[in-house]
């Protein structure tokens, strides 16, 4: 007996919406890139985010990845204004308020150098003297707006965000608007 669940690695392009439904002519949608009928994306990234997504057809697979008490982790590269000190790392790490909300313990670090990515457009905003720097934060919970509000509480507001892993899903060659079904050993990992 074979099943027909189908498991997608996408790369959300910076301004699509993850939804399948336009509410409005100007913005993209999964719709313009995934041709593949009846699968949902597995949580959400909003549309000034960028990266992995993972879409799907099975619901129970679905359910687990998007329930915090499974805590699966996510990756995210962040690129914020100005360089963030110790202080500002730990307290990320130990977990901030947001919203009258305590966030769970991440782990957290600083980038030594900008990670290969593809440009973004439109770019970010460029301001010559105000420096930026890259954090790498993995997140087990997924709060809506979270890891912009994140550094923002600690005083490094995020400039770009992507998300570049799901538990052991990875961005890996995928270009912006790609996507590829994932491998068996991938799905067993699931």
Not at 92 to 98: F, R
Request: charged letters at 25%; one cysteine or more.
């Amino acid at each position: 007996m074979t099943n027909d669940y189908r498991y997608i690695l996408f790369y959300k392009p910076y301004g699509v919406l993850c939804q399948f439904t336009q509410d409005t002519p100007t913005r993209s949608t999964l719709k313009d890139y995934i041709s593949v009928p009846d699968v949902y994306p597995v949580g959400r990234l909003d549309w000034d985010s960028e990266g992995l997504l993972l879409l799907t057809n099975h619901g129970q697979v679905q359910h687990r990845l998007c329930d915090p008490r499974f805590g699966h982790e996510r990756t995210y590269w962040v690129q914020v204004e100005r360089i963030p000190d110790a202080a500002a790392l730990q307290k990320l790490e130990a977990g901030v308020i947001i919203q009258n909300y305590r966030t769970r313990p991440a782990k957290v670090q600083l980038l030594s150098a900008e990670p290969t990515l593809s440009d973004r457009d439109p770019p970010i905003r460029f301001r010559k003297n105000v420096p930026t720097a890259w954090l790498e934060m993995t997140l087990t919970e997924g709060k809506n707006r979270q890891v912009r509000r994140m550094t923002a509480a600690v005083g490094f507001p995020t400039l770009r965000l992507v998300r570049v892993a799901i538990a052991q899903l990875h961005l890996d060659n995928l270009k912006p608007g790609e996507w590829r079904d994932l491998t068996r050993h991938q799905i067993k990992s699931l």
